[in-house]
T-cell receptor, first 113, second 114 residues
């Protein structure tokens, strides 16, 4: 069935370093991808999205890269800060008239001071 | 403007009981989706509503149901609760489905079944 998987369950980085969180998706029909950040006790918070007709999108300190050839998505966080510590989820949406999102299992990002 | 509001935030129920959770989407958003989040299964899609109609349903038993009202507010109901229904239930709202726009989540309702 459809699935979105994350390569690393936990990522530990030093404050100030760059972080890269990876995600593999299996549905080549997906046309929209989102990265969410979830802090303890809170709902997922939108970080950045990308449509399938793009391969890169930049936000404030974050960049999402999409490689449709190998069905791979990554989130890059520049100059990682302690406040970036959270669980990060990638999600995909299939093309068509639906808002259904399929989520990966999540990667825990730990930022060491 | 106000975000997605879910009530209640926490709930404790006994096996066999039923429960109703509420979600008020962002003003102007007409699409509401529900997700169940557990440590073992992650975030799983329950159902999606738009214009008071269920447009999509996830792979959950019939004990899980929902509805959407004319003001776009949505409720989900779980009947005959089981211990395995303990989870964080999340609601997400977006403008309309299928337009590749952001989906915003509420804080969730933490349901514990004892």
């Amino acid at each position: 069935g459809e699935s979105v998987g994350l390569h690393l369950p936990t990522l530990s980085v030093q404050e100030g370093d760059n972080s890269i969180i990876n995600c593999a998706y299996s549905n080549s029909a997906s046309d929209y991808f989102i990265w969410y950040k979830q802090e303890s006790g809170k709902g997922p918070q939108f970080i950045i999205d990308i449509r399938s007709n793009m391969d890169k999108r930049q936000g404030q300190r974050v960049t999402v890269l999409l490689n449709k050839t190998v069905k791979h998505l990554s989130l890059q966080i520049a100059a990682t800060q302690p406040g970036d510590s959270a669980v990060y989820f990638c999600a995909e949406k299939s093309a068509g008239n639906t808002g259904k999102l399929i989520f990966g299992q999540g990667t825990t990002l730990q930022v060491k001071p | 403007k106000a975000g997605v509001t879910q009530t209640p935030r926490y709930l404790i129920k006994t096996r066999g009981q039923q429960v109703t959770l509420s979600c008020s989407p962002i003003s102007g958003h007409r699409s509401v989706s529900w997700y169940q989040q557990t440590p073992g299964q992650g975030l799983q899609f329950l159902f999606e509503y738009f214009s008071e109609t269920q447009r999509n349903k996830g792979n959950f038993p019939g004990r899980f149901s929902g509805r959407q009202f004319s003001n776009s507010r949505s409720e989900m109901n779980v009947s005959t609760l089981e211990l395995g229904d303990s989870a964080l239930y999340l609601c997400a709202s977006s403008l309309v489905p299928g337009t590749n726009t952001e989906a915003f989540f509420g804080q969730g309702t933490r349901l514990t079944v004892v």
